[in-house]
């Protein structure tokens, strides 16, 4: 995302969140003035379109969300791209912080109010040469009836936070604001966008253990799937793959790295699995062993896009143009599409075990239970012919 959208992104903001991220002639005040005055701006006022990196800092924990030219990248993951619109929101916040409450404390109660480096997260504001514009001590979060009336009513969930603005003790106050996305882990500022498998018509599982293997296809995204190469007796259970129609269609992950432990991962060993779909696209997979609910995951994007549109045969000369254009649209959005997956293939993720879990299973698991074979009614134990019933159980008279 680019910098330079800071401020555009900042207005559609002001719509959701009650204020803008761009603030213009401010009338200046320290921010020893603003926490001691109810309703004051905690922060003296900054150019937000300055801010070029936020480092939060919570013990031994560090996050670095820095700019990049035109983008925003997360330094802990070795420069993978950050959440923008986060980015804006935090900042915009911060930018706009009032007092609720001013908080005269000495010094001796900062730990109490959890505003010390060991239990407060230090948030710094920082120029594109590294130097603080702005730094925030953020400590204990406020609940309604946690010792004292809130100011702003609420209660159950946390409804404000004590902060220390500087170093003074006369920057603390109470503010409106929990704060929450206030993260120093890297993977909570990851930009989660992911790639979206579309109308798969063919799905390959390759298993360590080839008898676990299975290839299913149809001929488009409404037909049922067939299983390739069945073996007598074998038919697909048809409740059971309903998930394959929308496999990877809404794929998301939770922590990415470059350089993984493939060992650990599970990867030196992986599930192998490629997925083709009706545009042209292929994905080809490897899936590590599941960690708890998690399963490491690589991926590889490719696509044999259709460039030339064939004419209908009934099409009208009037309705060339038209079709010309909706092509050409659609094709723009499939390259855009492709290039923004295959940046994913330098990567590796971790993935809900749930998204990909359809990709995990055995051949087995696909098949219809075979049915036990049924006896006829009224057979059972050998029928003795009635005469011989008959013969065996005739008294003679003694002596024949």
Do not use: C
Request: glycine fraction near 10%; charge should be neutral; hydrophobic fraction near 35%.
């Amino acid at each position: 995302m680019k910098s330079t959208q800071f401020v555009v992104l900042a207005v559609v903001a002001a719509g959701l969140g009650g204020g803008g991220l761009y603030v213009l002639n401010r009338q200046h005040q320290d921010y020893q003035q603003g926490a001691r005055q109810l309703g004051g701006q905690l922060l003296a006022s900054f150019d937000v379109n300055a801010v070029a990196g936020i480092r939060l800092t919570q013990g031994t924990n560090t996050v670095n969300v820095l700019r990049n030219g035109d983008n925003w990248t997360i330094r802990e993951r070795s420069g993978y791209p950050a959440n923008f619109a986060q980015i804006a929101e935090f900042v915009r916040k911060l930018s706009e912080l009032k007092v609720a409450n001013p908080i005269t404390v000495g010094a001796s109660r900062l730990p109490m109010l959890e505003l010390t480096r060991e239990t407060g997260t230090l948030v710094e504001l920082l120029d594109k040469d590294g130097k603080a514009i702005k730094t925030l001590m953020l400590g204990k979060t406020h609940t309604r009836g946690s010792g004292e009336e809130s100011p702003f009513g609420g209660g159950g969930m946390p409804d404000g936070r004590y902060v220390q603005a500087g170093t003074g003790t006369d920057g603390v106050a109470l503010v409106a604001d929990a704060l929450a996305s206030a993260n120093t882990k890297a993977e909570e500022w990851i930009a989660k966008d992911f790639l979206k498998v579309e109308q798969p018509v063919f799905i390959e599982v390759v298993h360590p253990e080839a008898t676990n293997s299975f290839t299913l296809t149809r001929t488009n995204e409404f037909a049922d799937w067939q299983l390739t190469e069945a073996q007598t007796g074998q038919e697909l259970d048809k409740s059971k793959l309903f998930s394959f129609n929308t496999v990877l269609s809404g794929a998301s992950f939770n922590d990415v790295t470059d350089k993984p432990d493939l060992a650990k991962a599970g990867l030196e060993h992986p599930v192998e699995a490629q997925v083709r779909t009706a545009a042209g696209f292929t994905y080809k997979l490897k899936l590590g062993k599941a960690e708890g609910d998690n399963v490491s995951m690589q991926v590889t994007t490719d696509a044999a896009l259709v460039r030339e549109r064939t004419p209908g045969k009934d099409e009208k000369p009037e309705d060339k143009d038209k079709l010309d254009k909706e092509f050409k649209e659609k094709l723009a959005k499939l390259e855009e599409k492709l290039k923004a997956e295959q940046a994913f293939g330098k990567w590796t993720y971790t993935v809900s075990k749930w998204s990909v879990d359809a990709l995990l299973k055995n051949r087995s698991e696909l098949l219809a239970e075979k049915k036990a074979a049924t006896t006829p009614a009224g057979a059972g134990a050998p029928q003795v012919p009635t005469d011989s019933l008959l013969d065996s159980t005739v008294l003679k008279p003694p002596g024949q």
